[in-house]
């Protein structure tokens, strides 16, 4: 069983960075896509950026030029970069990755990212 374990949300102020990490433990070997979504209080979860085991990224449109996703085959573990942090960007935030073979999610606990002045 794949596990992922999100660190290093926190509370920011609008202009700020801030830098998660999703440590991966399992049969990695299983695992290709790799991605980031987040959910606001009473909103849906949405896709904040993905990349695949071949180093492909798409981002959503909310982020571009502002969030960095990157993974760390050697350490096992997803990142992803949150610069010019907003508002509007408060949210728990999960890392998932996604079965190579089977279509099967994995998700972390989440991370409470909150940016606040």
């Known amino acids: 069983q794949v596990q992922l374990v999100e660190s290093g949300g926190g509370l920011v102020q609008p202009g700020g960075s801030l830098s998660l990490s999703c440590a991966v433990s399992g049969p990695i070997f299983s695992i290709n896509a790799m991605g980031w979504y987040r959910q606001a209080p009473g909103k849906q979860r949405e896709l904040v950026a993905v990349i695949t085991s071949g180093g492909s990224r798409n981002y959503a449109d909310s982020v571009k030029g502002r969030f960095t996703i990157s993974r760390d085959n050697a350490k096992n573990t997803l990142y992803l970069q949150m610069n010019s942090l907003k508002s509007e960007d408060t949210a728990v935030y999960y890392c998932?990755?996604?079965?190579?073979?089977?279509?099967?999610?994995?998700w972390g606990q989440g991370t409470q990212v909150t940016v606040s002045s």
């Open positions: 998932n990755a996604k079965h190579s073979v089977v279509p099967i999610d994995y």
